[in-house]
């Protein structure tokens, strides 16, 4: 099993539209959690970090499943700039480094 | 702000030629890293850095070599250029490892011929 795993996509949505990633890890260790946006041969950029009681902002809500080791982010009312790759990053645990994920590619639609 | 500063952003080599990618960073961070990424590969792990003078290997660190003489600086080394090190480069710093945000580099598109 690969330590951060997620489903590439794409997923194509028209604009307005609520879209749901996931995310699952490994390493039960894992303490940090965080998710980027990569747009197209840009370089990645913190969206936002998950805590263990989930947060919002805006229009982005994150969630983070311990028991299950999985962690959510939700996109509503989605707009034409939201079409980026969205990487889910965890910390690998005793060592501290971080651990990337593949990426979700959204695109959204007019 | 300047933020970390890559350069250079393209850069084509020829196999066996050596060059460095130099980073910067001005927000006094002391933990540095260089990632490569390729399609279907994600973001993979050269070397790192936890302050001036300390280094370490990652995930990938074959072909290339690190030196962390200040806090600011983090240069790649690619010894000696293979086509399978044709891929985009980018350079990260953060406040500490693995908790805090990563901040990156523009990153270097580099081809190996």
């Known amino acids: 099993r690969k330590e951060v795993e997620q489903d590439p996509g794409p997923f194509n949505v028209p604009e307005g539209a609520t879209v749901a990633f996931n995310c699952t890890y490994s390493?039960?260790?894992?303490?940090?959690f965080f998710w980027y946006r990569q747009d197209c041969r840009k370089e990645p950029k913190l969206l936002m970090s998950?805590?263990?009681?989930?947060n919002e902002d805006g229009r982005f809500t994150a969630q983070l499943n311990r028991a299950s080791q999985y962690i959510s982010l939700l996109i509503r009312d989605s707009k034409l700039s939201d079409s980026a790759t969205y990487l889910c990053?965890?910390?690998?645990?005793?060592?501290?480094?971080?651990?990337w994920g593949l990426g979700t590619s959204l695109a959204v639609n007019p | 702000n300047a933020g970390v500063t890559q350069t250079p952003k393209f850069q084509v080599l020829k196999t066996g030629q050596s060059m460095t990618l130099q980073c910067a960073q001005d927000?006094?961070?002391?933990?540095m890293s260089w990632y490569r990424q390729d399609p279907g590969m994600g973001l993979r792990l050269i070397h790192y850095?936890?302050?001036?003078?300390?280094?370490d290997q990652g995930e990938v660190p074959n072909g290339y070599n690190v030196s962390r003489s200040t806090t600011e600086d983090f240069p790649l080394r690619l010894l000696s250029a293979a086509p399978s090190q044709t891929s985009v480069y980018f350079c990260?710093?953060?406040?500490?490892?693995?908790?805090?945000?990563?901040?990156f580099g523009q990153g270097t598109r580099l081809t190996v011929v």
């Open positions: 850095s936890v302050g001036a003078g300390i280094t």
């Open positions: 990053v965890v910390n690998a645990g005793n060592n501290r480094k971080l651990i």
């Open positions: 390493n039960s260790a894992s303490q940090s």
């Open positions: 990260a710093s953060s406040y500490s490892t693995g908790i805090a945000e990563a901040f």
């Open positions: 998950v805590y263990s009681s989930g």
């Open positions: 927000m006094n961070h002391e933990y």
